[in-house]
């Protein structure tokens, strides 16, 4: 009876460390670049650095306008306010006063 002789290979030893391989390179590359990954902490991170700087500029606004509003409450109207504000919103002026303007910002 005539018996074949294979010669062991190598092959057979390294398909478990090769699938192995594939599977952390898939889950470490979802782990940085994924939906909840490293990467998108970073940019939540800048995106909330952005967002709470312009909140505070908000603030900022809303306490100076709540200061302004605060002059025509309590019962008192401050003259100047009124005259102020009447005269910017009907844009009026006397005959021998200066106009400066300004930026709406300020």
């Given at each position: 009876?005539?018996?074949?002789?294979?010669?062991?290979?190598?092959?057979?030893?390294?398909?478990?460390?090769?699938?192995?391989?594939?599977?952390?390179?898939?889950?470490?590359?979802?782990?940085?670049?994924?939906?909840?990954?490293?990467?998108?902490?970073?940019?939540?991170?800048?995106?909330?650095?952005?967002?709470?700087?312009?909140?505070?500029?908000?603030?900022?606004?809303?306490?100076?306008?709540?200061?302004?509003?605060?002059?025509?409450?309590?019962?008192?109207?401050?003259?100047?306010?009124?005259?102020e504000?009447?005269r910017?919103?009907?844009?009026?002026?006397?005959?021998?006063?200066?106009?400066?303007?300004?930026?709406?910002?300020?």
């Amino acid at each position: 009876m005539w018996t074949r002789h294979h010669k062991r290979r190598n092959t057979g030893r390294l398909i478990v460390p090769a699938i192995t391989g594939l599977f952390l390179a898939y889950f470490g590359f979802h782990a940085y670049h994924g939906e909840y990954g490293i990467y998108s902490k970073y940019q939540l991170d800048a995106r909330i650095a952005q967002e709470q700087s312009r909140l505070d500029k908000l603030v900022a606004t809303r306490a100076k306008l709540e200061g302004r509003i605060a002059l025509l409450q309590d019962g008192t109207l401050e003259k100047d306010m009124l005259d102020e504000q009447a005269r910017r919103s009907l844009n009026l002026a006397r005959e021998n006063e200066v106009v400066i303007l300004l930026d709406k910002n300020d």
